[in-house]
Nanobody, 124 residues
Framework: QVQLVESGGGLVQAGGSLRLSCAAS????????MAWFRQTPGKEREFVSA????????YYADSVKGRFTISRDNAKNTVYLQMNSLKPEDTAVYYC?????????????????WGQGTQVTVSS
């Protein structure tokens, strides 16, 4: 397993941008599919985006497609989520997750490791 630490959350006005980072420990980072999920109080954790181990394939929830971009730097053991045109409904705690598989999943319990989460708040 890898240990994950997110950063980059904060308060931003609607229409603004934020860039989340997730730093991973361990030497096998490039064997993992990486993903971002988000969660608001009283709701289930929601898939946001995923990226293949090589970075060659990316996947997005319909709600963020065209606004968010996921990327990774395997030399730095880091995955990023660039969030543009933010909306109040994007407000949530954002979690980074790792899956030791060739395939991504939108189901949270298919992931092996999780970060502690970072709060993103978008004001209207």
């Amino acid at each position: 397993q890898v240990q994950l630490v997110e950063s980059g959350g904060g308060l931003v006005q609607a229409g603004g941008s934020l860039r989340l980072s997730c730093a991973a420990s361990g030497r096998t980072f490039n064997n993992y599919v990486m993903a971002w999920f988000r969660q608001t109080p009283g709701k289930e954790r929601e898939f946001v985006s995923a990226i293949s181990s090589s970075g060659g394939s990316t996947y997005y929830a319909d709600s963020v497609k065209g606004r968010f971009t996921i990327s990774r730097d395997n030399a730095k053991n880091t995955v990023y989520l660039q969030m543009n045109s933010l909306k109040p409904e994007d407000t949530a705690v954002y979690y980074c997750a790792a899956r030791g598989s060739r395939y991504y999943s939108t189901v949270p319990n298919r992931y092996d490791s999780w970060g502690q989460g970072t709060q993103v708040t978008v004001s209207s």
